[in-house]
């Protein structure tokens, strides 16, 4: 049972234009989500966070949007550059139950931005 | 900052041998973890040390798997009698804190024969 959904395995995008990956999630338990980017051979970088009080966090180029009543977040990334391009996994955590330190992932989106 | 140091980066092994990792967290995060990551899947989540003390283990560490942290400092994960279905990444990260972003270090694919 996948409870971090990444429904699209590949987005591809022109450069100066929005990114927008989009993340669901099934467990309500959830309350801490992450967006993480990663090139090959190397591991994952984190990117920006956001907890279940707020839902919109911005950095720079990047901004995660939060609706807990659907159980979705995205990523929007403005403008986008070639140097975006990477696999970007959405992960989530819960602070309740003792469980605060394990992160759940999506199975990533691959994202490539064309010059 | 020196990153998380994951040794060595990729290891090539006989089905059947023992092998082991090291990890050397970012020097003042007191909380680390051990992923696994197979292709096509995002990080699957394997155990956490909380300085020396290992507070968990994932279903998905049988238990000829076994993980370390002496002192709180490095750990090391150590696979016996390695199979075939073992071959993955194998991602190591720290955290400081409790909802601080775990930092990840750049792996150990392993590889068996």
């Known amino acids: 049972d996948q409870q971090v959904k990444q429904n699209s395995p590949s987005l591809s995008v022109q450069e100066g234009r929005i990114s927008i990956l989009n993340c669901d999630y099934t467990n309500s338990m959830f309350d801490y989500f992450l967006w993480y980017k990663k090139y090959p051979a190397e591991g994952p970088t984190f990117l920006i966070s956001i907890s279940s009080i707020k839902d919109k966090n911005e950095d720079g180029r990047f901004t995660v949007f939060l609706n807990k009543s659907a159980k979705h977040l995205s990523l929007h990334i403005v403008p986008s550059q070639p140097g975006d391009s990477a696999v970007y996994f959405c992960a989530a955590n819960s602070n309740m139950g003792g469980s605060n330190y394990k992160l759940t992932f999506g199975k990533g989106t691959l994202l490539t931005v064309n010059p | 900052d020196t990153g998380v140091s994951q040794n060595p980066r990729h290891k090539i092994t006989k089905r059947g041998q023992n092998v082991t990792f090291r990890c050397d967290p970012i020097s003042e995060h007191n909380r680390l973890y051990w992923y696994r990551q197979t292709l096509g899947q995002g990080p699957e989540f394997l155990t956490y040390?909380?300085?020396?003390?290992?507070?968990?283990k994932s279903r998905l560490l049988s238990d000829r798997f076994s993980a370390e942290r002496p002192k709180g400092s490095f750990s090391t994960l150590e696979i016996q009698r390695t199979e075939q279905g073992d071959s993955a990444m194998y991602l190591c990260?720290?955290?400081?804190?409790?909802?601080?972003?775990?930092?990840f270090g750049d792996g150990t694919r392993l590889s068996i024969l």
């Open positions: 040390f909380q300085n020396e003390a290992q507070l968990e």
């Open positions: 990260a720290s955290s400081l804190v409790q909802n601080q972003p775990q930092h």
